[in-house]
């Protein structure tokens, strides 16, 4: 490539995920902190942060830092179980509390994308009447994010049978729910996940073809598919871990892939955030944090 990274991609790092122990309620400030002095990344991607005072603190750093931000809802979903497109009304209604207590936490700490999921796959029988329920819900978040102000909702796809066991667990379910959504609200686009094509069993061009024009964003990150592996499943490990479905020459074949589609282009740089973490007794956030870099660095040059 003549230009260089920058010009075509916004690197971001998943901050809950790189440094394990916030998810815990330790750390929320220090971790970001090295994350913001990070001049590689551009992007940070967080999660709640409960206590106000820190999360003014984390606001003015991340403001001072210049970074942009990104704001995941999973870290309330997944724990909580939460489904927005629960067949109980009330249920429905409990979620949309919680979930609207996100968006609201989001504007707070600066983010410009909020991240959402669907909850639980009901089963073959079930599917298309919960399709319809989260594409309601979607439309509501996007309504009421739009009113906040200038963030834009996106839907990150899981797996379906491995590991999350999510509604939207193929490309042609999320392209069913999106569609709409994205006709009505400028404000909505879709992310997908390199490490979830594995756990999807779907092929990157064929499933992105399905839903280019959803103002896509993107996670880069690794995931085991090889059954009885003792990290089977999304787990995030770091890029080259024994077993791995991901590594430096994946990434470059999928950053080659996102450029021939035109989904990275230098007139307006997209959001790839990378999704790694600490699992093993010889990792260190700060090690695989680092192999990360290397990686999109020697990915990029391939591309």
């Known amino acids: ?172 379910d999320t392209r069913d729910v999106a569609k709409p959504v994205f006709k009505a609200h400028d404000n909505f686009g879709v992310l997908a996940d390199l490490s979830h094509f594995p756990l999807l069993r779907e092929d990157p061009e064929t499933a992105l073809n399905m839903v280019k024009k959803f103002n896509m964003q993107f996670h880069i990150g690794n995931c085991v598919v090889e059954e009885g592996h003792f990290l089977y499943g999304d787990l995030q490990p770091r890029f080259g871990v024994p077993g791995g479905s991901i590594d430096t020459p994946q990434v470059g074949e999928f950053f080659r892939l996102l450029l021939k589609m035109g989904l990275l282009n230098s007139d307006n740089p997209t959001i790839v955030s990378t999704e790694v973490r600490p699992l093993l007794a010889e990792e260190s956030s700060a090690l695989v944090i680092a192999n990360a870099k290397r990686v999109i660095r020697q990915a990029w040059a391939m591309a």
């Open 1 to 172: 490539m003549k230009d260089n990274l920058y010009s075509y991609i916004q690197p971001g790092l998943v901050h809950f995920k790189a440094f394990p122990q916030v998810m815990q309620g330790r750390d929320y400030v220090a971790t970001l902190e090295q994350i913001c002095e990070d001049d590689f990344w551009t992007v940070v991607e967080v999660g709640p942060v409960k206590d106000v005072r820190e999360r003014d603190r984390a606001r003015k750093m991340l403001e001072v830092s210049g970074m942009t931000v990104c704001y995941a809802t999973q870290p309330t979903v997944l724990p909580q179980k939460l489904n927005a497109h629960h067949f109980d009304p009330a249920e429905r209604k409990r979620v949309w509390k919680i979930i609207k207590g996100c968006v609201d936490e989001a504007y707070q700490l600066g983010a410009r994308n909020i991240r959402v999921m669907s909850g639980k796959d009901p089963g073959d029988d079930k599917r298309e009447d919960a399709k319809k329920i989260f594409e309601e819900f979607l439309h509501e978040i996007c309504a009421y994010t739009k009113t906040q102000g200038d963030m834009k909702v996106t839907l990150k796809v899981f797996d379906r049978d491995i590991d999350k066991a999510a509604l939207i667990g193929t490309f042609s």
